[in-house]
Each structure stands twice: as structure tokens, then as C-alpha cells.
Nanobody, 125 residues
Framework: QVQLVESGGGLVQAGGSLRLSCVAS????????MGWFRRAPGKERVFVAGISWTTNNTRHADSVKGRFTISRDNAKNTVHLQMNSLKPEDTAVYYC??????????????????WGQGTQVTVSS
């Protein structure tokens, strides 16, 4: 079993930046993909970004393209989400999760598991 722990959330003004981290521990593998999702108040959890653990493939939701960047550090079993130019609509709880192996990075929530506990990001206007 793999455990995921997110960190780095907080309160920031619009236009500001935050860097989220997701550390994997336990039976980690070098072959799975990782994803970041978010759940805004009253809304469903949605895909934000994903990365292949073995290639440089990444995928970002249209709503965050050009502002957010996902990256990984294999040696530290860590995935980061750099969030720049934050907007109030980015306010949500952000989660990381393990995705299916392979070159394709899916966006469907049900294809991911081993969810972390989430980290709150609040962007004030």
C-alpha cells in the first residue's frame, strides 16, 4: 500500500503563488503516474494536472494551463504542483493520487486511487 501526504497549501492573495508537494511512502513504485485534483466548495473533485513517473509526459487542465506546472522528484518520491497567478476560483482542497501505469495520463477521477488527505488552498480577491 502506498500512502500519499500533501502539503504546501495556505492562504494567498490573487496573483500570488504556492507550491504544493505530495510525498509517497510505503510500497512505492517507479512505474505509476501521479495526479493532482481539486474540490471546490459545493463542487465535484476534478483533474488539475498529471505526470508520468517514468517519462516527462505531463497534462494540465485547460483552466490551469500556463499558470500551474506539475513536476516530480523520483529520488524523493515527491510530486510538486507549482501554482502561479492564482485566482479566487482556484480556491479548493487539493489532492494527489496514484494513476494507472502507462504513457497516457487520464483525467477521470475514478481511475486514480490512494488519495491523500488533501491540502486547503484559499485565494483571496
Amino acid at each position: 500500500q502506498v500512502q500519499l501526504v500533501e502539503s504546501g497549501g495556505g492562504l494567498v492573495q490573487a496573483g500570488g503563488s504556492l507550491r504544493l508537494s505530495c510525498v509517497a511512502s510505503g510500497r512505492t513504485s517507479s512505474t505509476y503516474n501521479m495526479g493532482w485534483f481539486r474540490r471546490a466548495p459545493g463542487k465535484e473533485r476534478v483533474f488539475v494536472a498529471g505526470i508520468s513517473w517514468t517519462t516527462n509526459n505531463t497534462r494540465h487542465a485547460d483552466s490551469v494551463k500556463g499558470r500551474f506546472t506539475i513536476s516530480r522528484d523520483n529520488a524523493k518520491n515527491t510530486v510538486h504542483l507549482q501554482m502561479n497567478s492564482l485566482k479566487p476560483e482556484d480556491t479548493a482542497v487539493y489532492y494527489c493520487a496514484i494513476g494507472p501505469r502507462g504513457p497516457v495520463i487520464p483525467t477521470l477521477t475514478f481511475l486514480y486511487d490512494n488519495w491523500g488527505q488533501g491540502t486547503q488552498v484559499t485565494v483571496s480577491s
